[in-house]
């Protein structure tokens, strides 16, 4: 075989080089003639440049193909795309004075180690050129099959394709956009290539590949939910010169541990004002606090800001306001999760009080369980409003006592039956969002921080602190979650998050088999507990009871017993208050 004869590909309008032409004809300069094909190959997109009034010229150190492209009638010279030096002359005595309409590199980034170097050489060419745009179709080394085949130690270069053994660079997402933006483009379209199943889909029997076995059903899960790119097969990108505008102010300010989202409806202006003491209190001030202002209106949105002004200078510069108009009690807290700067992101509501050590107890939690979740524990206490001294209606007096209502231990078992974990008790790893695409459900009205941990706790786990940091209000008269929504609309939602999460396979933390066979046990010993058969004598009773006391099940279960009736007080203190 002639060298470079393994890749002498057709074209055709769905493949790489249809999905190329496409935006070159779409962004081409109208008032240009030729275009650029650098690293050509052997020139699958020359006919559609001609057909498309283009001049085709073809640039590559591939002999065969080049003699090809002249046999076939288009222009095309020798370059070596590594010889940057002398680059800026072999492109402007190629060119002559013809006008630059577009130009592509197809292919051919993957195999230099100058790639930064040349797409620079072809921004200054491009702006010499009254901006004709370029074309760039690179290998996605972040395919779902690579990902998976690398969990198990397997690299499998092949002649051509993702792994072709001349590749030198392998190109993500981000790395393609850092080095496009790093030389001067910015971009201006894309029309990705997907493959379900790439050509490194082997072994076909190879127990990650695939949606079959568990383990390929997570890691394919696991792998679209982290990356919109997991199927793309090449990213085929369309740019224009022009450099954008990297921030020095947001590379330079210092990363805070934690961002705390707020969220508000503008109309308990008291309560806020409370919460934003508390963190003002905090003896680790180691935060920014976002305010979300949910579909509030123009009086309630100068309100919020003059709560603001009221901070401290030290509080006031590291608090940002940012209004959301639409959507549900999920879309604040994406909003917030989109901009946040810090490590981690912790959550409260506009009526939520933390102690003085909440944000120390996360950071120490942080140090102790990196990237997981951080959870610490709250008291519930019930509220209702009052009008306070001076004529203040906006206030609030407590009807209750604290109630430990929640566990000082997390149990993710415990947590698939009844939520032990408000919102204002956790911190999330901004990892969850950057990295692994997790969102709040903007769908679920309600429970939406629920599904939210389940999903989150599965995945990375939970470090807990059994110590109590926050008090979670809960209104017994006045505007609230569990009044606005009916029971019927808690109960959907709930089998909503169950149903999609037993949809899936899951990941799960050391000792909970152990904790599901002893329910397991504990549901068995019930069954076994009949009544005694008619005319049978009380002892004989009496014997089946000590038996099933003696159980090494019953015994191993006393725990859960204690639980369920610590839990079933509780609620019986709830329904009472």
């Known amino acids: 075989m002639d060298a470079g004869a393994q890749y002498e590909f057709g074209f055709t309008e769905t493949n790489v080089y249809g999905h190329v032409f496409s935006l070159v004809e779409r962004l081409r300069l109208t008032d240009g003639d030729v275009h650029l094909d650098l690293g050509c190959g052997f020139g699958a997109i020359a006919e559609k440049c001609r057909?498309?009034?283009?001049?085709?010229?073809?640039?590559?150190?591939?002999?065969?193909?080049?003699?090809?492209?002249?046999?076939?009638?288009?222009?095309?010279?020798?370059?070596?795309?590594?010889?940057?030096?002398?680059?800026?002359?072999?492109?402007?005595?190629?060119?002559?004075?013809?006008?630059?309409?577009?130009?592509?590199?197809?292919?051919?980034?993957?195999?230099?180690?100058s790639g930064n170097q040349v797409l620079a050489v072809l921004s200054a060419l491009a702006q010499q050129h009254a901006g004709a745009p370029l074309v760039v179709a690179v290998p996605n080394v972040g395919h779902r099959d690579l990902a998976a085949k690398l969990a198990v130690g397997r690299w499998d270069y092949t002649k051509t394709g993702l792994l072709d053994e001349t590749h030198v660079i392998h190109h993500t997402d981000r790395l393609l956009t850092h080095m496009a933006e790093a030389a001067g483009w910015r971009e201006a379209g894309r029309r990705d290539f997907y493959l379900g199943r790439s050509d490194q889909f082997f072994p076909a029997d190879l127990p990650v590949l695939g949606e079959v076995t568990t383990v390929a059903r997570f890691l394919s899960a696991l792998s679209a939910q982290a990356s919109p790119f997991s199927e793309v097969n090449e990213f085929v990108r369309a740019y224009v010169p022009g450099r954008v505008s990297l921030s020095?102010?947001?590379?330079?300010?210092?990363?805070?541990?934690?961002?705390?989202?707020?969220?508000?409806?503008?109309?308990?202006?008291?309560?806020?004002?409370?919460?934003?003491?508390?963190?003002?209190?905090?003896?680790?001030?180691?935060?920014?606090?976002?305010?979300?202002?949910?579909?509030?209106?123009?009086?309630?949105?100068?309100?919020?800001?003059?709560?603001?002004?009221?901070?401290?200078?030290?509080?006031?510069?590291?608090?940002?306001?940012?209004?959301?108009?639409?959507?549900?009690?999920?879309r604040p807290l994406n909003e917030a999760a989109r901009l946040a700067r810090g490590r981690y992101l912790a959550c409260l509501d506009d009526d939520d009080l933390v102690l003085g050590q909440w944000v120390e107890r996360f950071a120490d939690l942080a140090r102790r369980y990196p990237s997981q979740v951080l959870r610490v524990v709250a008291v519930t206490q019930n509220i209702t409003v009052a009008t306070w001294p001076g004529g203040v209606t906006s206030g609030h007096r407590t009807v209750s006592s604290p109630i430990k209502r929640y566990a000082s231990h997390f149990d993710i078992a415990s947590h698939f039956h009844e939520n032990e974990s408000p919102l204002l008790t956790l911190a999330f790893p901004m990892s969850l969002f950057h990295d692994l695409g997790f969102v709040f459900d903007e769908g679920l009205n309600v429970m939406e921080d629920w599904d939210f941990l389940l999903r989150a706790?599965?995945?990375?786990?939970?470090?807990?602190?059994?110590?109590?940091?926050?008090?979670?209000?809960?209104?017994?008269?006045?505007?609230?979650?569990?009044?606005?929504?009916?029971?019927?609309?808690?109960?959907?939602?709930?089998?909503?998050?169950?149903?999609?999460?037993?949809?899936?396979?899951?990941?799960?933390?050391?000792?909970?088999?152990?904790?599901l066979l002893s329910a397991h046990a504990a549901s068995i010993s019930a069954q076994s507990l009949t009544l005694p058969a008619p005319g049978s004598k009380p002892q004989d009773a009496h014997h089946t009871l000590g038996e099933v006391y003696a159980s090494r099940s019953w015994r191993a279960t006393a725990g859960l017993r204690l639980a369920g009736r610590a839990a079933r007080r509780v609620r019986n203190r709830l329904r009472r208050s």
Not at 91 to 110: C, H, K, N, P, W
Not at 306 to 326: F, G, K
Not at 496 to 514: S, V
Request: hydrophobic residues 40%; contains cysteine; negative net charge.
């Open 51 to 113: 057909e498309a009034g283009l001049h085709y010229l073809g640039l590559d150190l591939n002999a065969p193909g080049l003699n090809s492209l002249r046999e076939r009638g288009f222009e095309a010279e020798a370059c070596d795309l590594q010889a940057v030096e002398t680059l800026p002359e072999r492109l402007r005595q190629v060119i002559g004075d013809r006008r630059l309409a577009s130009i592509s590199m197809i292919d051919t980034l993957e195999h230099i180690t």
């Open 457 to 515: 706790a599965l995945l990375v786990g939970v470090g807990a602190d059994p110590d109590v940091t926050a008090i979670y209000h809960r209104w017994t008269q006045g505007e609230a979650s569990h009044t606005l929504h009916a029971p019927e609309e808690w109960m959907s939602a709930q089998r909503r998050i169950i149903d999609r999460l037993d949809a899936e396979p899951h990941l799960f933390p050391a000792g909970t088999i152990g904790r």
């Open 248 to 330: 020095t102010l947001e590379a330079s300010t210092p990363v805070p541990f934690l961002s705390v989202v707020i969220r508000t409806q503008g109309r308990r202006p008291e309560q806020l004002r409370d919460t934003l003491t508390c963190l003002l209190g905090q003896t680790n001030q180691d935060f920014e606090v976002l305010l979300v202002g949910h579909k509030v209106s123009i009086a309630e949105t100068i309100a919020i800001e003059s709560l603001i002004e009221e901070l401290p200078v030290s509080l006031r510069l590291r608090t940002r306001l940012l209004v959301v108009d639409r959507g549900g009690r999920a």
